[in-house]
């Protein structure tokens, strides 16, 4: 591991500005950024200690909805009253994640920036744009099963690991941040994930230095909620693919889908075909699919996933 200095901070605008320095990280759990550091993938040479901000609390809004501190482990956030009734698809999904270890040092804002887990970035001896742009992508063309089917580009064909960021994006979360010079910011999950075009080393919009202070849910929809995760092993394994999914009495409702693109892969316009079931939902939402030989099964696995999902809501 490198050298690197430390320090804590003592206001969200203090951490911004101390992080805003080249080759700083913020460091709350330390989940992922500390194997990655081990590995030498992540070289910080600044460390912004973010434990000590009050950002750990799960308060209830003037319009009926939640906002969820940054530093709210996922733990506690998945365990929440007011989670489990009105958000169940929230709490779900933090279980279907890591282990019960992880989960209790874990927080809201790294669990949404947590690293792809794409065997070829993890590699230092391969070439991957993610960890080194510009070096190019081993797995477009190596062994890319559990690689993405949609929203890829030639330059990456990695995904995004997070099964919470699945449903706040099924709930229409929005990201509170800061900047250094104070400037507050909300951003819609819709829009919090970047591309991978030919920058796929930039994973988000954040700014040098944002810094996430809290998650907002709006006011509760009702519905019947429901996160399914399909993995290769019962627990403690990343999503080959999730759907996370609300289903009003009429049909109507939210899809969104882990495993299969960048981010939390989410087509509004493809939910108008709810009332006619999977196979309609699924020709949209992967309309543009284009995957590989050993991740084509993706795509059937997507629609009966659906379509179990669809099932269970409507029972």
Known sequence: MKSF??????????????????????????TNLLDLMKLEIETPVHLVDVNG?????????????????ALVRNTD????????????????ALLAGASGQLRNKATTAGNLLQRTRCPYFYDTNQPCNKREPGSGCSAIGGFSRGHAI????????????????????????????????????????????????????????????????????????GGVQVYRKVRDRSSYAFALISVGAIVQKDGSGHVALGGVAHKPWRIEEAETALPRGARAVTE???????????????????????AAVLTQARA
């Open 5 to 30: 200095t430390y320090e804590r901070a003592r206001t969200p605008q203090e951490a911004a500005a101390a992080a805003e320095r080249q080759g700083a990280k913020f460091i709350a759990g330390g």
């Open 53 to 69: 901000l009050a950002l750990d609390r799960i308060e209830a809004t003037e319009e009926g909805g939640l906002r969820i501190g």
């Open 77 to 92: 956030l998945a365990a929440d009253q007011r989670v489990r009734r009105d958000y169940g698809l929230l709490s779900r």
């Open 150 to 221: 949609v929203g890829a580009s030639d330059a990456c064909i990695a995904t995004h690991p997070s099964d919470m960021a699945v449903a706040m994006r099924t709930l229409d979360a929005v990201v509170e941040t800061v900047r250094a010079d104070g400037e507050a910011r909300q951003i819609p999950i819709a829009d919090f994930y970047r591309a991978p075009g030919d920058t796929p080393h930039l994973e988000n919009v954040l700014s040098p230095g944002e810094l996430i202070t809290a998650v907002v849910l709006p006011r509760p929809v």
């Open 284 to 306: 949209q939402l992967l309309a543009d699919a284009r995957p590989s030989r050993e991740n084509a099964f993706k795509r059937p696995l997507v629609e009966r996933t659906l």
